[in-house]
T-cell receptor, first 106, second 114 residues
Framework: GESVGLHLPTLSVQEGDNSIINCAYSNSASDYFIWYKQESGKGPQFIIDIRSNMDKRQGQRVTVLLNKTVKHLSLQIAATQPGDSAVYFCAEPIIFGKGTRLHILP | NAGVTQTPKFQVLKTGQSMTLQCAQDMNHNSMYWYRQDPGMGLRLIYYSASEGTTDKGEVPNGYNVSRLNKREFSLRLESAAPSQTSVYFC?????????????FGEGSWLTVV
């Protein structure tokens, strides 16, 4: 069936470096994607979204890239900070992937 | 403005017991959702209500029932709890369930079935 999945369950990044979190989707008809951030003990929170008529969207320190040809999207976080430690989910838009845990190394 | 409020936050049940998780939102949203989150499984959609008066099955509806009591409230009921239903449950809402609408989540309800 259709699914939204992530490539890596855990990602460790040095503080100050850029982070890239990937997500693959299988439904070629999907036209809207959202990235969420979930901190420990809390519910997921919206980070950024992108529609299928776009290839790139930028927010504050975050960028989402969408490659419809290979059905892949990524979340880039610039200058990663300790507060970025969390689990990140892509969603399509109400079906969620399994998540990637981002660890920030001092 | 509380957003999405769900109760209880923690609950321990014995196998076979029933319980209802309550959820309310104060954002005048049309759509509401119940998810469960297990380690390594991400968030899985149990049921959703696209609008008041409607409910639909999500990815993992077996063992659950829901009631959209009014526009504000959407409850999740476990009729006969099983250990496999030990999980963290999240209620959520959005203006609409279609594309372009951000989902807002509650803080979660930790349920243990022994």
């Amino acid at each position: 069936g259709e699914s939204v999945g992530l490539h890596l369950p855990t990602l460790s990044v040095q503080e100050g470096d850029n982070s890239i979190i990937n997500c693959a989707y299988s439904n070629s008809a999907s036209d809207y994607f959202i990235w969420y951030k979930q901190e420990s003990g809390k519910g997921p929170q919206f980070i950024i979204d992108i529609r299928s008529n776009m290839d790139k969207r930028q927010g504050q320190r975050v960028t989402v890239l969408l490659n419809k040809t290979v059905k892949h999207l990524s979340l880039q976080i610039a200058a990663t900070q300790p507060g970025d430690s969390a689990v990140y989910f892509c969603a399509e838009p109400i079906i969620f992937g399994k998540g990637t845990r981002l660890h920030i190394l001092p | 403005n509380a957003g999405v409020t769900q109760t209880p936050k923690f609950q321990v049940l014995k196998t076979g017991q029933s319980m209802t998780l309550q959820c309310a939102q104060d954002m005048n949203h049309n759509s509401m959702y119940w998810y469960r989150q297990d380690p390594g499984m991400g968030l899985r959609l149990i049921y959703y209500s696209a609008s008041e008066g409607t409910t639909d099955k999500g990815e993992v509806p077996n063992g659950y029932n829901v009631s959209r009591l009014n526009k504000r409230e959407f409850s999740l009921r476990l009729e006969s709890a099983a250990p496999s239903q030990t999980s963290v449950y999240f209620c959520a809402s959005s203006e609409s369930w279609t594309a372009g609408n951000t989902i807002y989540f509650g803080e979660g309800s930790w349920l243990t079935v022994v």
